[in-house]
């Protein structure tokens, strides 16, 4: 496996909720995108989208309600619309099973923090840091990924910073949220993810 693979893992099973639907097209490949539903410990579910190529599947097997699991990276690009940018996240599917939907979500990245962390507490108390890391993959290309912080871990990730090299594990995670607009409220779906393990990799003398 090459170092950009190393640097960007996930390992994602569930029920897929959604029928695949064409996206674009690279080089005569072309490229679909579904939904996953993946349900947490707490019985509720993450609906998390995956951009899949046509090589790796068949719309007749890949039908909702399918078990199944993804082996692959999470992606990002901006999607450019009424005037406004928007930070698109997905997972990228390298390998795909089926019949293992298992409910496993494990996420393991390599990066470089690109905006000041953002640490705050709830009103209950309870710490959270924000941070944005940059995954660098081929041809000179990056992703950019947010990340929730618990904790004391939240604690030590607001002391973090730019230009910082941390490794994480954790759970991507779907998050829904009013955005004010000119025409009222509107709810979006952010996607991040949720850190269980942070450390910082100090360069070598």
Known sequence: MDNNNQNNKIEISGI???????????????????????????????IIPVTISERLFNKDELTVGKEIKIDGQIRSYNSSSESRNRLVISVFAREIY????NNENAVQLNGFICR???????????????????????????DYIPCIIWGRNARYAGKLEVGDNIKITGRIQSRKYQKKT????????????????IEKVEKDC
């Open 16 to 46: 897929v909720s959604s029928e695949s639907r064409f996206s674009h097209k690279i080089y005569g490949e072309g490229f679909y995108n579904f939904d996953i539903s993946v349900e947490r410990l707490s019985g509720s579910a993450d």
């Open 98 to 101: 089926y019949g293992e939907g």
């Open 116 to 142: 000041k962390p953002v640490y705050r507490t709830t009103p209950m108390g309870r710490e959270i840091a924000d941070i944005l890391i940059a995954v660098n993959r081929a041809y000179n290309k990056s």
């Open 182 to 197: 000119e025409n009222g409220a509107e709810e979006r779906t952010a996607y991040e993810i949720s850190v269980s393990k």
